[in-house]
C-alpha cells in the first residue's frame, strides 16, 4: 500500500512526545477492510495493509497484557 494524501492519519491517545509511536487511518477501514498503519516518524516511508479483523485481535491483545509489558 502506498501513502496516500487523502488517507487521515491518526495516533494514539497514549502516545507520549518519545517520539516511538504508530499511527492509522481509520476511515479507511469502513470502505475496503484493511487498517493501513505506518511509522510516524517514517511519513513517507511503508505502509502495512492489515485485514480489520486482524488489527481488532492485535489491539485485544495488547489490552488484554497477551504481549507483556512495554
Known sequence: MTDSP???WVK???SGSGGTCVEWAPTHVSTTGIVPVRDSKNPHGPVLAVPAASFASFVAG???GEFGAV
Open 6 to 8: 487523502t488517507l487521515l
Open 12 to 14: 494514539s491517545s497514549y
Open 62 to 64: 495488547v489490552k488484554a
